[in-house]
């Protein structure tokens, strides 16, 4: 999560107590949302009116909140089967606390969803009223998270008590063999994994779309959970099921001579068994099955290694395809290009140099620059016009102390060009009616009595944006070259704009008609 800045302007600890935590943050997120920090504080207004208890999507409590239940989740995704399987009742108190605390957990949870805002469907607004959060988690994850909150924690605990204080035999065994119901039953504790799954959804749907790193990293982590997960419960079922048969005689544990191994070696065994069905290789699983269990159980890891490839590709192929797709459009066109070139049969070296422009020119990321500049606002394109070109504009002399609002509209008109080197930009005694800014790369001057080189900073042409005269110098590229120009024609429209900066002009082009000008 992006590091929070606090909640809204006018509500803060201080002022709002406790309630603050429940309030959207000022950050990314819940600006991407509601667009201002003002609106942001409305938001806070309006939840703080409303005088119930509501948890914002938005709140630093739900941030907080959403990592710890993916934490204690996902331990207990891993604890609960490898509870059953290996540690036959012998799980100590530190693990029967943990249970006891995380059934504790779940079922304040399944009450906190009735108070926990949602984002609706469309993502525009965030719905903090309580009859509606209460009929939608009603009709979605009600069911699922009341199945994996059943306190099997508390009876285990109260199941053990009653058993080590039991000096009875028979009662002893009856409990025993109610501690293993009770175990097999604890296994619909995994339910919990879909609200791992939801949770993860949460943290994509709440991660914009300025943060898509965000939402790749946890895409993956979350198929790789998934994945790992799989193979960890398969492992664990490999050893609990010869053990609900009292391992008999022919099955693989005995073979192996696990009886009296620790935890961590047969844990090592199961898994390695469940990886070697499911990725249908032969180690580890050399033999036939024994029996119809054996059977089953090598049949459900296939098929659940089958599953795992599917899914696995699946998201590499969507995340490859999501990956970089302004590079894939500059290869697609690109190719579109060559076959262009070769249909018209153009001589190999033309080939060659068109495609070293494409490649100077967008540096192997497709964009449309004029559609780019088109979509921001007129205030964020003078601000990348500025950025890029402003420099440029004010070493010309005659843009030197001019007002900032004929510098912003002429900076509007600019077009920017790639040559390369070799590239005859203009031509001596030719007709013109562009003037060029050099931003990146050097060019020659070149007339019959001198020459001269140019480089970063420096511009050419300005006798043709003012007269629109012929060149009085050749201008050639010596290295790959990325230029900005101005039109006459565009100028001329700033110009109509600016009566007084024109007047000067118009005088500096009779004082300056034999100063040498390209």
Not at 138 to 148: E, N
Not at 249 to 264: G, P, S
Not at 496 to 506: A, I, M, R, S, Y
């Amino acid at each position: 999560m992006e590091k929070l800045k606090g909640p809204a302007v006018g509500c803060t600890t201080a002022t709002c107590g406790w309630r603050a935590l429940l309030l959207p943050q000022l950050n990314r997120q819940s600006l991407y949302m509601y667009g201002s920090e003002v609106a942001v504080e409305n938001e806070c207004i309006r939840q703080l009116q409303s005088g119930v208890f509501v948890i914002h999507p938005f709140s630093l409590m739900r941030s907080y909140y959403i990592m710890c239940m993916m934490a204690i989740t996902f331990l207990n995704l891993i604890g609960i089967p490898m509870e059953i399987a290996f540690l036959d009742g012998n799980s100590g108190v530190a693990w029967e606390g943990f249970n006891v605390f995380s059934d504790t957990l779940f079922l304040i949870d399944v009450a906190l969803n009735f108070r926990m805002g949602i984002i609706a469907e469309d993502g525009e607004e965030a719905i903090l009223d309580i009859k509606r959060i209460r009929v939608s988690y009603l009709r979605t994850w009600f069911i699922p998270d009341v199945i994996a909150a059943f306190p099997i924690g508390y009876i285990l605990l109260f199941a053990d008590l009653h058993y080590h204080s039991d000096d009875n035999p028979s009662k002893t065994n009856k409990m025993m063999r109610i501690l293993m119901f009770v175990r097999i039953l604890s296994l619909i504790r995994l339910a919990r994994v879909s609200r791992l799954v939801r949770f993860f959804n949460e943290v994509e749907k709440v991660s914009n779309a300025n943060l898509e790193v965000v939402r790749l990293f946890f895409r993956i982590l979350s198929l790789f959970m998934m994945i790992f997960l799989l193979c960890h419960w398969n492992g664990c079922i490999q050893y609990f099921v010869p053990m609900l048969e009292e391992f008999p005689t022919d099955c693989w544990v005995r073979k192996e001579n696990l009886m009296n191994a620790t935890v961590i070696v047969k844990y090592s065994w199961g898994v390695f068994r469940a990886l070697s069905q499911m990725i249908a290789l032969s180690y580890g699983s050399m033999d036939a099955p024994t029996n119809y269990v054996e059977m089953w159980i090598v049949m459900v890891s296939m098929v659940s290694g089958c599953l795992m490839y599917t899914v696995l590709v699946a998201n590499a192929t969507t995340m490859i395809a999501n990956t970089d797709p302004a590079a894939k459009e500059y290869k697609s066109k690109m190719s579109r290009l060559e076959h262009y070139m070769a249909f018209m049969k153009l001589p190999p070296e033309l080939q060659l140099r068109i495609s070293n422009y494409y490649q100077a020119r967008y540096g192997g990321k497709w964009f449309d620059e004029k559609d780019v500049m088109d979509t921001v606002s007129s205030s964020l394109k003078e601000q990348i016009l500025e950025v890029m070109c402003s420099r440029l504009l004010r070493k010309v002399p005659m843009f030197e102390n001019r007002e900032e609002n004929f510098i912003n509209v002429v900076l509007q008109k600019l077009e920017y060009e790639v040559f390369q080197e070799g590239d005859i930009i203009v031509r001596q005694n030719v007709p013109g009616c562009r003037m060029f800014f050099i931003d990146h790369g050097q060019v020659l001057v070149e007339t019959d009595s001198y020459e001269r080189e140019l480089c970063d900073g420096d511009f050419f042409g300005e006798t043709c944006v003012l007269t629109k005269g012929k060149h009085l110098a050749t201008v050639k590229a010596l290295t790959d070259c990325q230029c900005f120009s101005l039109s006459w024609d565009d100028f001329q429209e700033v110009l109509q704009g600016f009566p007084d900066v024109k007047k000067d002009l118009e005088k500096m082009v009779q004082l300056n008609s034999d100063g040498g000008l390209v």
